[in-house]
């Protein structure tokens, strides 16, 4: 039986179209803070989301997942720190561990950017999620009680975070 590896990759320019309707797919109230796109969608890429901020696995040569890695703030105070600011994984490759190497990627490019800390928030309901993160060495730093209204229900905001050193 041969298993194919999940190659991660910058994403490129070119990536936007593919990315976007990965994410539109993947759409989901256990993860999302934001309603499912409509059309006319807006591009994937703009000022605030460059495809440099970005990583792709690619899997049997199919974009399959992303990662958002960005500074969470830009106060020379914490330019220490990045940030997980998006992650998602077609349906089609889940339990494939895409996840887990986009994951591991972020860490290897936050710790190449200089960063010291990552950090990433996700939903208290999100159990695969926070599950993964624990396992990655993410510890829950903080949780904002109630921060979102999803579906008539009040979501818990988790704050995660380890080391990049050590």
């Known amino acids: ?37 409509t059309p006319p969608y807006e591009p994937f890429f703009d000022a605030r989301h460059r495809p440099e901020d970005y990583l792709v696995a690619v899997l049997g040569g199919v974009v399959v997942g992303y990662v958002r890695v960005v500074p969470p703030t830009p106060l020379a105070s914490n330019a220490h720190v990045r940030q997980i600011q998006g992650l998602a994984v077609a349906d089609s490759a889940r339990g494939r561990g895409v996840a887990r190497a986009l994951l591991r990627a972020a860490m290897d490019k936050a710790r190449a950017d200089g960063a010291v800390r990552l950090t990433l928030r996700v939903l208290g309901h999100n159990a695969p999620a ?20 999803i579906d008539g229900a009040y979501v818990d905001d988790i704050c995660m975070g380890r080391s990049l050193t050590g």
């Open 130 to 149: 926070r599950a993964l993160y624990a396992s990655e060495g993410f510890a829950v730093e903080g949780v904002l009680p109630g921060e979102f209204l």
């Open 1 to 37: 039986m041969i298993v194919e590896e999940t190659r991660i990759r910058g994403a490129e320019a070119g990536d936007g179209d593919v990315l976007a309707e990965l994410d539109r797919a993947v759409w989901s109230p256990v993860h999302a803070v934001v309603p499912a796109a």
